[in-house]
């Protein structure tokens, strides 16, 4: 599978390894309010050299409870990293935003990947989106990151999740956003319940086909995310072993990108993951134990 992404054309058929690059001042301070620009290109070029395919520049935590920032704080700190990185790389930079004046200036500065948790749903951003040539992360979130947490519910999540991109998806080829242009992303931990995320990557297959014949790309991240935290009491420094486990079962269900912050470790998985699927790995045909 090929996604078109700006000027690149990504081959999908191996899985890529997106490192993320968290440019707010809990980050990359320079010791007060600003972003140290020379650090996080420096973070940057280390997860490249480890082998990530594309690099997720955001300069707003979505995490629960985060902070607000502004549209010109937010531009402030993202541009100068993503000029910065494309005049020293020449893979795909992608940006985690959902306001349009900051995918705009985004992929005016280089970026080609829009990855939008609110997939494209605030104001002008469907229009933001399709005055570029970028590709677009379309993302599950139930509620707002604020409160997503407070008791999220489903009576079908594998049904609603699907639902909610097949009409984003709708809506991204009424705005002239080809669909060689779109991935999908379940959203793992935006607005569900442990049961919620297992539920989803377990049915991730049918996630990648919302309505159509051939699949759309799918992104996974569930790097240091809470559901280790629920399922196996670790705090967020020793999640990487859980993260690990589901990158390689994502992969072996067909996921084409995942987000991590361990790239090193998580190509590793991936690669021993992919050899599986190219020697016939069959998940649908399981021992029963
Ligand atoms: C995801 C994401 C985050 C994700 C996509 C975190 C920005 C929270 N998670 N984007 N962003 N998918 N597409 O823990 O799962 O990394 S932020």
Do not use: W
Request: hydrophobic content about 45%.
């Amino acid at each position: 599978m090929q996604l078109r992404c700006g000027r690149h054309t990504i081959d999908l058929s191996h899985p890529l390894v997106m490192g993320i690059l968290n440019v707010t001042p809990d980050s990359f301070s320079d010791g007060g309010q600003f972003i140290d620009v020379s650090r996080a290109v420096e973070h940057a070029l280390r997860m490249i050299e480890q082998g990530a395919g594309m690099i997720d520049v955001g300069g707003e935590s979505t995490r629960p409870g985060a902070a607000d920032v502004s549209e010109a704080e937010e531009i402030g700190r993202v541009v100068p990293v993503i000029e910065a990185l494309v005049a020293r790389t020449s893979i795909p930079i992608s940006i985690d935003t959902s306001k349009a004046a900051v995918m705009s200036a985004a992929v005016a500065a280089g970026a080609s990947l829009i990855n939008d948790v609110r997939a494209l749903r605030e104001p002008g951003a469907l229009e933001a989106a399709a005055r570029t040539d970028a590709a677009v992360c379309l993302m599950h979130m139930q509620g707002q990151p604020r409160t997503m947490q407070h008791e999220p519910r489903y009576d079908d999540v594998v049904g609603e999740v699907r639902a909610f991109l097949e009409q984003r998806v709708e809506a991204c080829l009424a705005a002239g956003i080809g669909r060689d242009r779109l991935v999908l992303d379940p959203g793992i931990g935006f607005g569900k319940r442990l049961e919620h995320n297992l539920a989803l990557l377990a049915h991730l297959p049918e996630l990648g086909r919302p309505g159509f014949d051939a699949g759309l790309p799918l992104l996974v991240g569930v790097s240091r995310k809470s559901m280790f935290q629920t399922l196996l009491g670790r705090p967020v420094e020793q999640r990487l072993a859980g993260g690990l486990a589901v990158a390689t079962a994502a992969v072996l269900a067909g996921a084409a990108i995942l987000r991590v912050h361990d790239v090193a470790e998580t190509v590793d998985a991936v690669k021993v993951a992919q050899a599986l699927r190219a020697a016939g790995y069959n998940a649908r045909a399981p021992i029963e134990n």
